[in-house]
């Protein structure tokens, strides 16, 4: 049951709210770009305009272009396949965003596995390589949804095709070297892709991206919880959510009363009551998932004693209480369908509770409508964990010390080739490269520079010198957060 979170950290939401892109525009097209100037490496070398060049390949449109110093930035439609194994059986228009700076730099294709942000921003490795940035928004993510929706094209092979067609249509264009990147379920997504299309990219960088090899056997996420901050942090947290359990009654009076005003349902999940339980039941993932062993004291200190109130702020403010009403679960349905279907979702004891839970963790068909056949696909997660220890190639995936996803992380096997898995000490689920302790930043800055060709000679002598190429900028920089709260990945 891996819900709607809580932001990373305060880093700050960007969420696309462009209309849709229009309606699916018949019969697919391929995915080969127009044929440019013989010797063209980018607008500057040919004079072509390179929004020309890009609304050149077929079944490339424009949505708008966003100015920004340094770079152009465009939101595009990409007619896409439902079925790539079928192209003839339908299309939909996906929805894409592309920060251009120049073609002679390396191309990073990022993925959120979620909506895509129609704002200008970089992630870690696109100001690492001072590069390009291709952002593709997950399939069936409105307003990228076929309509009417299959949901049995909702798949993680479907997706990845998806990204190996648009970066066989842009790759004429942008013909240095390749990255691909996401954070949680975009690093998911990432390593999916690169299992898929292991030819496309020339480097893979994963942030806090889960494994969930056995989708029955959790075991690691328990041991996880007994041990993660400290047992004062831990029994802080812990006896939050016991006592919002112990206070159902009063506390859900209170919910049906903040339900009422903002015209809350909860027709999916069935009850008011299960949606509640599924809130308080998050809650002590998502204060790991998203705060600092610092950020206690923000904890009321004495559960028992502490007014309703104080249980229902503190619950609202990591969990949500908007999660799991219908209009808050909305969005969300593609996530839950594939965590339903291939991707897996954990489930935790937690002890600390008793007797309390009515439901337990529930699983992700709680939080799917029933008009929605879902049916779960145990090979599919095995196949990819397979693959990464047997054949992983410059990939480089960086967990939160502190972070419960982490728990059940990928981990590149003997078969492996210039590949890494890294931890941030007392990190969360916005670990990053710059959050490393010194020697692994340098070494993670400079094979991120070295797989996408630009270290400078000085890396390339000693890789302790490896920085970031570009200079941070406050709004460009800030983390792409699709997922408010909750325990989604």
Known sequence: MRKAFRGFLSLAVLIGTVGATGASAGAATAAEPATFRSGSVSDDATGTDIKDRILAIPGMSLIEEKPYAGYRYFVLGYTQPVDHRHPSKGTFQQRITLLHKDTSRPTVFHTSGYNVSTNPSRSEPTRIVDGNQVSLEYRYFTPSRPAPADWSKLDIRQAASDQHRVFTALKRIYTKKWLTTGVSKGGMTATYYERYYPEDMDGVVAYVAPNDVVDKEDSAYDRFFENVGTKECRDRVNAVQREALVRREPLEKKYQEYAAANGYTFDTTGSLDKAYEAVVMDYVWAYWQYSLLSDCDTVPADAESAPDQAIWDSIDSVSGFSTYTDQGLERYTPYYYQAGTQLGSPDIRQPWLGGLSRYGYQPPRTFVPRSI????????????????????????????????????????????????????????????????????KAKATAAILRWADVAPAAVRDDPAKAKPLAKFDARLDKRDVLNERGLRP
């Open 373 to 440: 056949p879902m049916k779960f696909q145990p090979p599919v997660m095995r196949d990819v964990d397979n693959w990464v220890k047997r054949h992983a190639n410059r990939m480089l995936y960086v967990y939160g010390e502190n972070d419960p996803w982490g728990a059940e992380r990928f981990r590149p096997g003997a078969g492996s080739r210039d590949s890494y898995v890294m931890t941030v000490p007392g990190g969360n689920h916005g670990a990053s490269v710059a959050g490393l302790a010194e020697e692994n």
